[in-house]
Nanobody, 125 residues
Framework: QAQLVESGGGLVQAGGSLRLSCAAS????????MGWFRQAPEKEREFVAA????????YYADSMKGRFTISRDNAKNTVNLQMNSLKPEDTAVYYC??????????????????WGQGTQVTVSS
């Protein structure tokens, strides 16, 4: 079992930055692959980034490469998403997710086992 709580969302102007955090609890969360997804109104949930349990391997959606950085601190049971050069099209609810395997490059939401409640990110033009 894992519980995930996101924080750090808000309103930012285009070109600005935000840092999202996900606090994870549960006995085995440090052994899980962690991911970030987002969902804009009337759109499907889409993959943003993922990181292996060790933090060595990271994966990004093409549109986020070079702008977003995922990281984790297993000592603090947190996963972060640093978002730079934000665009209005990045506006969405951002979700933290956990997949109960150490290493996975899965980009499919239905392959993740645990989800947070989401945090709103709004980028104004």
């Amino acid at each position: 079992q894992a519980q995930l709580v996101e924080s750090g969302g808000g309103l930012v102007q285009a070109g600005g930055s935000l840092r999202l955090s996900c606090a994870a609890s549960g006995r085995a969360v440090t052994t899980y692959t962690m991911g970030w997804f987002r969902q804009a109104p009337e759109k499907e949930r889409e993959f943003v980034a993922a990181i292996s349990s060790s933090g060595i391997s990271t994966y990004y959606a093409d549109s986020m490469k070079g702008r977003f950085t995922i990281s984790r601190d297993n000592a603090k049971n947190t996963v972060n998403l640093q978002m730079n050069s934000l665009k209005p099209e990045d506006t969405a609810v951002y979700y933290c997710a956990a997949k109960a395997v150490r290493y996975s490059d899965s980009r499919r939401p239905n392959e993740y086992d645990y989800w947070g409640q989401g945090t709103q990110v709004t980028v104004s033009s």
